[in-house]
């Protein structure tokens, strides 16, 4: 029984090794499956049985980045985007909305700020070291005009080109109009000459 254990946790390591070396991170889903070896699975065991495991083990999946907190490890990553926006933006104000690839940063901000008191202390301190804003309508009058600036900027920008684009598509109101003004100006001196 031992040695079948032992095969099959060497079996569960390499499948998350190979895991991580193509996508980057210890966090396969739950149902990850990696050639016929249930690595989602296997992953959610090493987490729960934690306390139990051999130190040697723990240290084998520590070396690798092993997570072994999901919420944590999601917070950390959010932190890190929310800390890229800022040197970026100048502020920490995301748009509720705004997105980085999978990571949804503005959905993020908006519940941190809702869950302001049953968040860890730890978590609070940094976000206040990086000038969090908790409520957006305390932002400072400057900050908030740029901000504002900026989003109607792309918002102008934004309904400019779809209105470009709008007027050059076949059967647009702009088009189909300008047609019955042309048409209307060919038919009126053709209607004058015919009945001079």
């Not at 031992?2 to 499948?15: F, M, P, Q, V």
């Not at 490890?73 to 970026?88: D, I, P, S, T, V």
């Not at 959905?107 to 809702?114: D, E, K, L, N």
Request: contains cysteine; proline residues 3%; positive net charge.
């Amino acid at each position: 029984m031992g040695e079948l254990n032992t095969a099959r946790w060497e079996r569960g390591l390499a499948a998350l090794t190979k895991f991580r070396a193509r996508e980057g991170h210890c966090w396969p889903s739950r149902h990850q499956i990696e050639g016929k070896f249930r690595l989602g699975d296997w992953v959610s065991i090493q987490r729960y049985r934690k306390d139990l495991l051999p130190e040697e083990r723990k240290r084998r999946l520590d070396a690798i980045g092993f997570v072994w907190d999901w919420r944590d490890y999601l917070w950390e990553r959010n932190f890190a985007a929310l800390l890229r926006f800022k040197r970026r933006e100048g502020h920490c104000c995301v748009p509720t909305h705004y997105r980085k690839g999978d990571l949804k940063l503005g959905w993020w901000v908006a519940t941190q700020r809702r869950n302001k008191k049953e968040m860890s202390a730890e978590h609070r301190e940094r976000l206040n070291k990086i000038g969090f804003v908790w409520r957006m309508g305390l932002m400072g009058r400057i900050a908030y005009k740029r901000f504002i600036r900026k989003i109607s900027a792309r918002l102008r920008a934004s309904s400019l080109l779809s209105s470009l684009v709008a007027d050059r598509r076949p059967g647009s109101p702009a088009r189909t109009h300008n047609r019955r003004r042309q048409s209307a100006a060919r038919w009126r001196p053709a209607q004058r000459n015919s009945s001079a």
